[in-house]
């Protein structure tokens, strides 16, 4: 196996480009998983570690640019207050350990359907910046998911960052799974409101081959907050709408039974998830938090 | 490569798949980090990488040079044992003590994250003042031990914490 050790962004680009079947290894906690079991065994590992711009976030233009090697912890850290949906997100990560190491890079890399991350991201409108030697090109977190740990990333393209206008409005995440550390998600739900733009973004997990937003979902409620006119009357929401906004993100759901738990108890839990969170959004939208 | 431990630098010649682990127990006879689950759901061989808590199970030792490498064999001083090593025995913090050295390295990198106000998943708006029991649990999460001497654990925890 060879070991790629980049230390600038042009040398990991080179690198991609001449070992397309290298596997970027950032945290390593869903790589070496692989490996440790036999489970895979690539030709060639490209530790980015060591390309700082990976490992860096920033401001531009109203919008956060956030390295794909910036570590769970620190998004809990240092984005908590900009981007309060991934940082939910990113708490419920893992371990503190996995926290420590893992990043959003890996996420989207593994593309799994479970992946905590994908929720929030979907939600909040994330596009990806993918990098090659050819250059560079991004694509909207909706449109990154293919199938089943499969992203639109080519071969000789690394995820070189996230990029997204934080939401203006009040933002939750939620998942379930059998204790609160070191799981698998069964399902997860991640919710963003948009008031300035009259949006509604969702992002489900671990209910479908890949992570997805629930469309009709989020139309049906937008225009349900617009024709009563709640979004300036910021009044309570109706409990009826809220189960019917759970009910819809229900529908956007296509899980499978395995060992982690039975389709239809993720549709259960989807739909109670989404019920919740969209009252806890709302009550924090009412008394003006988080917008 | 060099690997520097316990703040000695260490010559290894190692195969580039070997594990942090694998390096500190195979190749340089450190074997306290414990190899529970290798796939880094069990925290047995948590140490210190630059201070941050790492299960070595999931780090490739090659992509460790020029990094510090803290384990369980460097935490006693010369006055004695570490004050989290003092509380799990007077707490009795353990049974079989496969899952203790990874206990107490994640310990103490879990008091310092504290200290430097990170939150945790079960921390509201306002980070409580001190280590609360339900605080100490979560973020003790990826440790997991099998004997259940969690009660111990706990004890010797929030010991040490009012102590600091």
């Known amino acids: 196996m060879d070991f790629l050790q980049p230390s600038t962004m042009a040398e990991a680009l080179a690198a991609k480009a001449e070992h397309p079947g290298a596997v970027p290894i950032a945290g390593g906690t869903d790589v070496m998983v692989e490996m440790n079991f036999d489970k895979h065994r690539p030709p060639a590992l490209l530790d980015v570690t060591r390309v700082s711009e990976l490992t860096e976030w920033g401001m531009d233009d109203g919008r956060v640019r956030l390295g794909a090697g910036v570590s769970y912890t620190r998004i809990i850290d240092e984005l908590g207050d900009r981007l309060p949906g991934l940082a939910m997100a990113s708490r419920t990560v893992g371990s503190p350990q996995i926290r420590n190491r893992g990043t959003v890079g890996g996420n989207l890399g593994a593309a799994s359907p479970a992946g905590d991350a994908h929720p929030a991201l979907l939600a909040a409108d994330a596009e990806i910046e993918l990098q090659s030697t050819a250059g560079t090109r991004v694509v909207k977190a909706h449109e990154f998911y293919l199938g089943v740990k499969r992203n639109a990333a080519r071969r000789d393209e690394l995820i070189t960052a996230i990029v997204l206008t934080p939401p203006s409005g009040p933002q939750q995440f939620c998942k379930i799974g059998t204790r609160n550390a070191m799981v698998i998600s069964v399902a997860a739900f991640g919710l963003a409101l948009h008031p300035d733009r009259r949006v509604v973004r969702t992002g489900i997990g671990s209910v479908a081959p890949t992570p997805r937003r629930a469309y009709a979902a989020e139309e049906f409620l937008a225009a349900e907050l617009e024709s009563a006119g709640l979004w300036e009357s910021r009044a309570e929401l109706p409990t009826a709408l809220a189960r019917e906004f759970g009910e819809k993100v229900k529908a956007a759901g296509a899980p499978i039974d395995d060992v982690r738990g039975t389709a239809a108890y993720r549709l259960h839990s989807l739909a109670v998830m989404a019920r919740r969170a969209v009252t806890w959004a709302w009550t924090d939208y009412r008394t003006a938090r988080g917008t | ?164």
């Open chain 2, 1 to 164: 490569m060099q690997l520097s431990v316990n703040g000695q630098s260490r010559d290894l010649e190692l195969d580039n798949r070997t594990t942090l682990l694998d390096a500190l127990r195979e190749h340089l006879g450190l074997i306290g980090s414990k190899k529970g689950c290798d796939h880094g759901q069990c925290g047995a061989c948590t140490v210190l990488l630059d201070g941050r808590r790492t299960n070595a199970c999931l780090v490739l030792a090659v992509t460790c040079a020029g990094r510090e490498v803290a384990t369980i064999e460097g935490l006693a001083g010369p006055d004695g044992l570490h004050p989290v090593q003092q509380a799990f025995v007077e707490h009795d913090g353990f049974q079989c003590g496969y899952c203790t050295p990874g206990q107490i390295m994640s310990a103490v990198g879990m008091l310092e994250e504290f200290e430097r106000g990170w939150p945790s998943a079960v921390t509201g708006e306002v980070q409580p003042a001190g280590l609360t029991a339900p605080e100490i649990r979560e973020r003790m999460s990826g440790n997991l031990c099998r004997c259940g001497a969690y009660v111990g654990i706990l004890a010797a925890l929030t010991d040490v914490a009012s102590r600091s």
